[in-house]
T-cell receptor, first 115, second 111 residues
Framework: EPEVTQTPSHQVTQMGQEVILRCVPI?????FYWYRQILGQKVEFLVS????????KSEIFDDQFSVERPDGSNFTLKIRSTKLEDSAMYFC?????????????FGNGTRLTVT | DQQVKQNSPSLSVQEGRISILNCDYT??????FLWYKKYPAEGPTFLIS?????DKNEDGRFTVFLNKSAKHLSLHIVPSQPGDSAVYFC??????????FGAGTRLTVKP
């Protein structure tokens, strides 16, 4: 069965550094998402992406965050200047259609540790 | 933001018995509800969903019940199996937009 793949599985970075989290969604999917889960807390929505543009973003997704689909296969999340509180598990997800028609398929996540 | 609440952080059930996981929500605009299951070191996996126009949806051992007046939904697993041990997240959405997740309930099914 096709999977959403995320790399790296664990990223350690120093505060203030830029990080790029990479995701390869399922190939025929059209909707792409980033979620994060701070340790011990709930899964939080960051951003959704459709037709090469952001369709929805949360209050967490501020100017430090950006997303890109640079080619036909990758979907990236960039954090420009990381803060300690950005430490979390970041999940990429994709879907062939809107949520009512097609639930999300999640990757296994990238654990980001900011020191 | 506590629009979706799972008030029980954990639940322990004997194999073969019923597991009931509960979820409450505050936003009456939610029109679609989902349950996801998460194993350690993996992303959440879709389990079952229900539209707000229904009050029950069943898929094998899994049944989701929705009580709109009480803003409450529940996931029933019967019979429970040890492989069902995982964290279960309730989620809700409005108009196909971003999902709001609950904090999760860790289910342990004992053999």
């Amino acid at each position: 069965e096709p999977e959403v793949t995320q790399t790296p599985s664990h990223q350690v970075t120093q505060m203030g550094q830029e990080v790029i989290l990479r995701c390869v969604p399922i190939s025929n999917h059209l909707y792409f998402y980033w979620y994060r889960q701070i340790l011990g807390q709930k899964v939080e929505f960051l951003v959704s992406f459709y037709n090469n543009e952001i369709s929805e973003k949360s209050e967490i997704f501020d100017d430090q965050f950006s997303v890109e689909r640079p080619d036909g296969s990758n979907f990236t999340l960039k954090i420009r200047s990381t803060k300690l509180e950005d430490s979390a598990m970041y999940f990429c997800a994709s879907s062939p259609g809107q949520l009512l028609l097609a639930p999300l398929h999640f990757g296994n996540g990238t654990r980001l540790t900011v020191t | 933001d506590q629009q979706v609440k799972q008030n029980s952080p954990s639940l322990s059930v004997q194999e073969g018995r019923i597991s009931i996981l509960n979820c409450d929500y505050t936003n009456s605009m939610f029109d679609y509800f989902l349950w996801y299951k998460k194993y350690p070191a993996e992303g959440p996996t879709f389990l079952i969903s229900i539209s707000s126009i229904k009050d029950k949806n069943e898929d094998g051992r899994f049944t989701v019940f929705l009580n709109k007046s009480a803003k409450h939904l529940s996931l029933h697993i019967v019979p429970s199996q040890p492989g069902d041990s995982a964290v279960y997240f309730c989620a809700a959405t409005v108009n196909n937009n971003d999902m709001r997740f609950g904090a999760g309930t860790r289910l342990t099914v004992k053999p």
